[in-house]
């Protein structure tokens, strides 16, 4: 390997490479830069997750995982780098969880034309729902659309169904991962007759007095908050300092951990947040990760963060991972999978209560099952609302599904309009 | 003994002026010329060429570019992380309405607007200089991020705003896009870089080059030596954008495939492109390769050598990493504030002499 090659050059280390065979699982993570915050607690719980599988079962399906992580800085062209050196060429890398939208785009065509699949979970390419043009890639199970529908559904449904001419305004990060949900919204408003006004962020979004006044000034009825990293801080405290209600505040699911809210104070009691998993550290697996993993010294990072919303969503992703290998193991009798085997296991994926409850999270997230036609799931989601006297967010309401009529229209044109650019023949 | 330099007569001007008047560099940069050509598209994999050949490759141009008009010229710009979202917009919105021109015209044209953006802005620097000019060019930095980002024409009404690269092919080979062969994207570079340079390095020679430099050491005393400052300066904003205009366009349709402008070409990208002309050495065609591979490849070396070698966990690494490099930026500018092409030069010097220095 060329990395190694130029390690060994330095001749600072003459460490035995990585044993191959097993099955390897990336974690491009983040632990630095502007939104290392964030980061940290996913990649953590992704990590814990496969430590676990690792130390208590000895892997999936008697195969041990091979777990190496990449630190991208949240910056595209590291990703690139990180990209290359894991892939490894037939027996490498099985699935990518970039944790960024815009290393998503950089990644997508290279990811598709190498053959490994990429599971962007609730970020990244919208329209890569649609697996007919996008063979490759897979966003179940809920994406940045839902979320725009499911606040909005929620809004109606605590004004009792009519929001026929209220202002809601969209206070979002300036690039493509805010950008996603406006065409969505501005369909909705459509449909709904409500008048939408947006305010864009600036990357990384510490400055935002100025979104925020004029929020003061035309005072819409409700703000929705597509933000991320050190932006939902600055936002929320903003928002406490216009004395905006915070009930009428809805972030995205990425909007709503608890770094994000707890520097606001108790001022920030109320604040809710889109979730599509479930929260907090009451569940049966959460015996076994203590035992199995932070017992044993093994937990990643430095182990505090167990229980938290964004914990829970690494530990989520990595759950599906693994599922997805099961599935691939069981289709293709082989235990020892290739990136191959693992699309198609992701393109089987069936997750049900009876799945959940059986792994220790019962629960813990929508059941739903993937096509070849639909690698978004079926778009449930639920709202989750900051509780700053207990300290941690709280399901609110039961998991409910977006307006799939106008989504699936969205994603249908715009993964046309991709498959059109790229030459691409739909599959299925 | 390595530079003997006995027996070796220059018996014309256009030999003593000769960009290696020396015969073993001579012989070496012909040697690195083949190597690079014939050599490496044969050997490089994947990784080779996106981590570590193509950043080099473009970020080099970006940085001749730029020493152009700081090194040559003396106009302090913040604005290299625009002007290179210049090219890359530019290179986009002609790809996608001129599918059947040739990719090699798109970014050569894409050069062009950049210049003529880098003219516009370069207008201010008749009548403000030094620190005040640094500022005005930000203003065009922030200026073009936002525009990019405001205005949906110019990433064709995506809806996330991203803007990323069809596959077009020179000779049919596939030189963007997904499918293209590690070897062709590099050579691609590799012949923008090699034609870069050597215009840069004769256009720094040349006339132009001497009125940039009589401007950059004292404007007024070139100005009454008959030196036209409005010409010589925004000639030299002209240059220095075309450069960063093209290493804008392949950074974005052969490097990533696919951008977005404040993450890809925000001010972090022009100071890193300062950084590089700064470290490798003001008013140098080597100083500009030199700096590029420093802050290119160092951090890909050190983090192979902590992560891939050590097995440390990878945020400390990549703290280090940054401690490291910053500390040697200072240990070597410390050393020789002329940077690295410097300290080549006195190295050769001494070279010439070994091992009889007396």
């Keep these: 390997m060329n990395h190694k090659l130029l390690t060994a050059v330095t001749a600072t280390a003459l460490v035995a490479g990585p044993a191959l065979a097993d099955l390897t699982i990336v974690d491009l993570s983040y632990r630095t830069g502007p939104y290392g915050a964030n980061g940290v607690p996913f990649s953590d719980g992704y990590q814990d997750y496969f430590t676990?599988?690792?130390?208590?079962?000895?892997?999936?399906?008697?195969?041990?995982?091979?777990?190496?992580?990449?630190?991208?800085?949240?910056?595209?062209?590291?990703?690139?780098?990180?990209?290359?050196?894991?892939?490894?060429?037939?027996?490498?890398?099985?699935?990518?969880?970039?944790?960024?939208?815009?290393?998503?785009?950089?990644?997508?065509?290279?990811?598709?034309?190498?053959?490994?699949?990429?599971?962007?979970?609730?970020y990244g390419r919208t329209s890569a729902?649609?697996?007919?043009?996008?063979?490759?890639?897979?966003?179940?199970?809920?994406?940045?659309?839902?979320?725009?529908?499911?606040?909005?559904?929620?809004?109606?449904?605590?004004?009792?169904?009519?929001?026929?001419?209220?202002?809601?305004?969209?206070?979002?990060?300036?690039?493509?991962?805010?950008?996603?949900?406006i065409r969505t919204l501005e369909k909705l408003a459509e449909k709904h007759d409500f008048e939408l006004m947006l305010q864009p962020v600036d990357h990384p979004g510490q400055e935002q007095k100025s979104q925020w006044l004029q929020i003061r000034r035309e005072r819409p009825d409700n703000v929705i908050m597509y933000g991320w990293g050190v932006m939902n801080q600055v936002a929320i405290q903003e928002a406490?300092?216009?004395?905006?209600?915070?009930?009428?505040?809805?972030?995205?699911?990425?909007?709503?951990?608890?770094?994000?809210?707890?520097?606001?104070?108790?001022?920030?009691?109320?604040?809710?947040?889109?979730?599509?998993?479930?929260?907090?550290?009451?569940?049966?697996?959460?015996d076994d990760l203590q035992e199995y993993v932070v017992d044993r010294g093994e937990a990643a990072g430095s182990?505090?963060?167990?229980?938290?919303?964004?914990?829970?969503?690494?530990?989520?992703?990595?759950?599906?991972?693994?599922?997805?290998?099961?599935?691939?193991?069981?289709?293709?009798?082989?235990?020892?999978?290739?990136?191959?085997?693992?699309r198609d296991g992701m393109e089987n994926l069936e997750m049900t209560e009876e799945k959940m409850a059986d792994l220790g999270l019962p629960n813990f997230g929508p059941e739903f099952s993937v096509s070849c036609e639909n690698h978004g799931g079926a778009g449930f989601g639920a709202v989750s609302q900051w509780d700053a006297d207990a300290g941690e967010f709280e399901l609110i309401t039961d998991y409910f599904q977006s307006d799939q009529e106008i989504i699936s229209e969205l994603i249908e044109a715009d993964s046309q309009q991709y498959a059109e650019e790229n030459g691409i023949e739909p599959r299925c | 003994m390595l530079y003997r330099e006995a027996g070796d007569f220059k018996t014309s001007y256009t030999a003593d002026s000769q960009t290696f008047p020396i015969r073993f560099d001579r012989f070496a940069y012909y040697a690195l010329l083949i190597a690079a050509f014939a050599v490496v598209p044969f050997v490089?994999?994947?990784?080779?060429?996106?981590?570590?050949?193509?950043?080099?490759?473009?970020?080099?141009?970006?940085?001749?570019?730029?020493?152009?008009?700081?090194?040559?010229?003396?106009?302090?710009?913040?604005?290299?992380?625009?002007?290179?979202?210049?090219?890359?917009?530019?290179?986009?919105?002609?790809?996608?309405?001129?599918?059947?021109?040739?990719?090699?015209?798109?970014?050569?044209?894409?050069?062009?607007?950049?210049?003529?953006?880098?003219?516009?802005?370069?207008?201010?620097?008749?009548?403000?200089?030094?620190?005040?000019?640094?500022?005005?060019?930000?203003?065009?930095?922030?200026?073009?991020?936002?525009?990019?980002?405001?205005?949906?024409?110019?990433?064709?009404?995506?809806?996330?705003?991203?803007?990323?690269?069809?596959?077009?092919?020179?000779?049919?080979?596939?030189?963007?896009?997904?499918?293209?062969?590690?070897?062709?994207?590099?050579?691609?570079?590799?012949?923008?870089?090699?034609?870069?340079?050597?215009?840069?390095?004769?256009?720094?020679?040349g006339m132009a080059g001497r009125k940039w430099m009589a401007i950059r050491d004292m404007d007024i005393a070139a100005e009454i030596i008959g030196v036209n400052p409005l010409k010589a300066k925004l000639s030299a904003f002209a240059v220095s954008s075309f450069f960063i205009g093209i290493s804008g366009a392949l950074f974005f349709a052969v490097y990533l495939g696919a951008v977005e402008v404040g993450e890809a070409f925000g001010i972090e990208k022009s100071f890193l492109v300062l950084f590089m002309v700064i470290i490798g050495g003001l008013g140098s065609i080597f100083g500009s390769f030199a700096g590029a591979a420093f802050l290119v490849l160092l951090p890909v070396l050190l983090k192979n050598v902590l992560v891939g070698g050590l097995g440390w966990p990878t945020d400390l690494a990549s703290h280090l990493e940054l401690v490291i490099v910053g500390a040697l930026i200072i240990v070597f500018l410390v050393a020789e504030p002329h940077g690295l092409a410097q300290l080549w030069r006195i190295t050769k010097e001494k070279l010439r002499l070994w091992p009889f220095p007396h």
Excluded at chain 2, 132 to 157: E, G, I
Aim: a negative charge; glycine letters at 10%; hydrophobic letters at 45%.
């Design chain 1, 52 to 122: 676990l599988l690792n130390e208590r079962d000895g892997g999936i399906g008697g195969e041990p995982i091979d777990l190496r992580e990449c630190e991208t800085g949240y910056n595209t062209e590291k990703g690139v780098e990180c990209y290359e050196s894991t892939r490894g060429d037939g027996d490498g890398a099985l699935i990518y969880q970039p944790l960024s939208t815009g290393i998503t785009y950089q990644l997508i065509p290279k990811a598709s034309s190498d053959g490994i699949p990429m599971h962007t979970m609730g």
């Design chain 1, 129 to 181: 729902k649609n697996g007919a043009v996008f063979e490759w890639i897979f966003n179940y199970p809920a994406n940045y659309w839902d979320g725009a529908s499911h606040a909005i559904t929620h809004i109606m449904e605590e004004n009792g169904g009519d929001i026929s001419g209220r202002k809601i305004a969209l206070v979002y990060h300036n690039s493509a991962y805010g950008k996603e949900p």
């Design chain 1, 240 to 286: 406490v300092n216009i004395r905006y209600p915070m009930d009428q505040l809805i972030g995205i699911w990425w909007s709503g951990s608890e770094n994000d809210v707890k520097s606001a104070g108790a001022a920030a009691d109320g604040y809710k947040a889109l979730t599509f998993h479930n929260l907090g550290s009451d569940y049966p697996i959460y």
């Design chain 1, 303 to 342: 182990g505090d963060q167990l229980g938290t919303v964004l914990y829970n969503r690494g530990m989520y992703a990595a759950m599906l991972a693994a599922e997805a290998v099961k599935t691939a193991q069981e289709m293709h009798d082989v235990s020892n999978i290739n990136a191959e085997q693992m």
């Design chain 2, 44 to 205: 490089i994999d994947n990784y080779w060429v996106n981590a570590i050949f193509l950043p080099f490759l473009i970020y080099s141009i970006a940085a001749i570019g730029l020493n152009i008009l700081v090194g040559y010229c003396g106009q302090v710009s913040l604005g290299t992380g625009g002007f290179m979202a210049v090219g890359a917009y530019a290179c986009y919105k002609l790809m996608t309405s001129f599918p059947d021109v040739n990719i090699v015209f798109h970014i050569i044209i894409s050069g062009g607007i950049t210049a003529a953006v880098g003219v516009l802005f370069g207008l201010p620097s008749l009548r403000i200089k030094g620190f005040y000019l640094a500022v005005a060019t930000l203003a065009a930095q922030f200026f073009l991020v936002w525009l990019f980002n405001r205005v949906p024409w110019f990433y064709n009404y995506s809806s996330s705003g991203q803007i990323s690269a069809p596959t077009r092919t020179l000779f049919d080979v596939p030189i963007t896009g997904s499918h293209t062969a590690p070897w062709a994207a590099y050579l691609f570079c590799l012949v923008f870089v090699v034609a870069s340079a050597l215009i840069a390095r004769n256009l720094t020679r």
